[in-house]
């Protein structure tokens, strides 16, 4: 028996079996070819089968998972659609002769290696995308399947040195028990999906996958980030009743979740989801979602040559209002930029995109781009069967003239629909995400010019702590039990309400149930998160004294470390009934 710590990335306890995912690349030999023609005929036949095989996954994440997920999918349809990459593929096969394989696998190579050399964490997770999709082509050519195809019949837990997205939503949900990672940070892709599929998930787990055999067998909790190999009798009884607890308590909360989360002393708080499109909107009422607070437009926007049309965003914006009818509904405007950028609003390669042009600060640019993004969310509120509850915010905000500009770009777009004899809905807030410091420290400034705030944590701890939220190697710092961050969470709730102003949190702390008393006790008023973490939040909030929590909260900004906070917490949350 052995034990390993990792980072948790998604909560639950799963005993099994291990499988170590190590996808072997396909090898190639290089030959000559007595018929170019033809040989370009054969690879542009694979790009058909990989485009299709590409759309298939596509639509196979959209309906389990979400449109955010499915993007990915959308990229690497892109990919094969390069004309430079199939230029040069083209060019090897016409003029060395070189059989298409071998002409695919130096193409992709040559462009991995590039995007590797870029300084910037972005490009070289690129890399894996492109690599992966030259696997997929050179796949195609020889006519071999699916390396998931091997996939055991049994359930596992999969173990990888590291998972691309596209691995994790190809695993069967039916047989995956848990995934677990040496390398990945708590926010990368893969933990983000492991969440969305309610599947238990450590990464950064310095577990040598050369340690497991056939006959492993692993306890994972993604909860604490403990891992048990080959665990003995007792343990393995213990971690049994401990799941079967955890499963107890998941299957009462889900069925509860769709009742309001009242406190002790009767308190009702709003728990409302995450979403980046309709399959989401659909799943988050399933797990007791009372709205949106956070719907992340930018799959509109993605995996595009040109921006998405008025009309096309209404009709996209609509689907989703109808779903969530007269609920609240917060939609933030296009937050791209930083790790997401596409080839037609301007972006140049920068050293440092997260601090770069994006988001908000597009405006000045690219005033059109917002403009008919308020137009169309408008349209489409105006347009929906019911009445709708929209709440409209920006990201990314760092001064008050960013603030007053949209306020005014938006108060525009009103007016423009209404000469125009377009409806327009009755109810509509405007509000601000506070991720970044400045915008947490200005808040009796902003508070003249908006009716909301919603805290992003994950930008908050990443710009508060200075650690990149992609860097594997700091995401033991990203954390935003950091007291520094808790005291910025703090001063933003203190001053809104002291103006009158309701406060959300749509960062992935929100999700977390230990987070949740102190929340509560800072005065939270809006809660969201990713649908799976709805049930259990709901179900820590139902356990709390919100008078309680006030005096839990006011003890904990006088923590030192993020260490001191959480043990705190746990020791409050244990006491609880
Ligand atoms: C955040 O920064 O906390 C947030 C919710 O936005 P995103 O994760 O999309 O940057
Ligand atoms: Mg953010």
């Not at 509860?256 to 406190?263: D, F, I, K, Q, S």
């Not at 108060?411 to 377009?422: F, K, M, N, S, Y």
Request: include cysteine; glycine fraction near 6%; hydrophobic fraction near 45%.
């Amino acid at each position: 028996m052995k034990q390993f710590t990792g980072l948790p990335a998604s909560p639950g306890i799963a005993i099994g079996s291990v499988w170590v995912y190590a996808p072997t690349a396909v090898a190639v030999a290089s030959h000559t070819i007595a018929n170019p023609l033809e040989e370009i005929k054969r690879f542009h036949d694979a790009l058909k089968t990989a485009e299709s095989q590409l759309q298939a996954l596509e639509k196979h994440t959209l309906e389990t998972i979400g449109y955010e997920e499915a993007a990915i999918f959308e990229a690497h349809q892109l990919f094969l659609q390069d004309p430079d990459l199939i230029e040069s593929i083209e060019m090897m096969v016409e003029g060395e002769q070189l059989n298409a394989e071998a002409a695919v696998s130096q193409a992709i190579e040559q462009y991995a290696e590039a995007l590797l050399a870029v300084e910037d964490e972005y490009f070289q997770a690129r890399a894996v995308d492109v690599r992966d999709v030259g696997q997929r082509i050179i796949r195609c050519l020889m006519g071999i399947a699916d390396d998931h195809a091997d996939f055991p019949n049994r359930p596992v837990i999969v173990l990888a040195d590291d998972l691309t997205p596209s691995d994790t939503v190809q695993f069967p949900k039916d047989r995956l028990l848990a995934l677990a990672t040496v390398r990945g940070g708590p926010t990368s892709h893969t933990a983000i999906l492991a969440r969305s599929l309610g599947i238990p998930a450590i990464v950064s787990l310095p577990l040598p996958l050369a340690l497991i055999d056939g006959k492993s067998t692993l306890i994972l909790d993604g909860s604490t980030g403990q891992v048990t190999l080959n665990p003995d009798e007792a343990t393995l009884q213990q971690a049994k009743s401990a799941q079967a607890a955890w499963q107890r308590q998941q299957d009462v909360a889900l069925q509860a979740a769709l009742e309001t989360a009242v406190t002790t002393d009767g308190h009702q708080v709003e728990v409302v989801a995450n979403i980046g499109g309709a399959a989401d909107a659909q799943t988050a009422l399933t797990y007791g979602a009372e709205g949106v607070g956070l719907f992340r437009t930018e799959f509109l926007y993605l995996d595009r040559d040109s921006m998405p049309g008025e009309d096309e965003q209404t009709a996209a914006y609509q689907e989703i209002f109808e779903i969530m009818g007269e609920r609240p509904l917060v939609v933030r405007t296009l937050d791209i930029g930083g790790d997401k950028a596409v080839s037609y609003l301007g972006f140049t390669a920068e050293p440092n995109p997260f601090l770069g042009w994006r988001a908000i600060r597009m405006m000045d640019e690219r005033p059109d781009v917002l403009y008919h993004q308020f137009r169309a969310l408008l349209r489409a509120a105006g347009a929906t069967s019911q009445p709708t509850d929209l709440r409209i915010m920006v990201p990314m905000v760092s001064n008050i003239d960013e603030v007053k500009q949209a306020r005014a770009m938006l108060d525009q777009a009103r007016t423009d629909l209404h000469d125009e004899g377009i409806p327009v809905p009755e109810k509509l807030q405007f509000g601000i995400m506070v991720e970044i410091p400045a915008a947490a420290l200005q808040v009796p400034h902003f508070s003249n010019y908006v009716d909301f705030f919603s805290i992003g944590t994950n930008d908050l701890t990443q710009y508060t702590l200075a650690v990149d939220r992609t860097n594997e190697r700091v995401a033991p710092l990203a954390t935003p039990y950091h007291p520094a961050v808790l005291n910025l969470i703090a001063t933003t709730i203190f001053n809104a309400h002291k103006h009158g102003k309701w406060v959300g949190l749509c960062g992935e702390f929100a999700g977390d149930p230990l987070a949740a008393p102190l929340l509560l006790g800072l005065g939270l008023d809006e809660f969201s998160m990713a649908p799976a973490a709805i049930p259990a939040v709901k179900a820590m909030l139902r356990r709390c004294s919100r008078v309680a929590c006030h005096g839990l909260a006011a003890h904990v900004l006088e923590l030192a470390t993020a260490k001191e906070v959480k043990a705190y917490l746990e020791e409050k949350v244990s006491e609880m009934e």
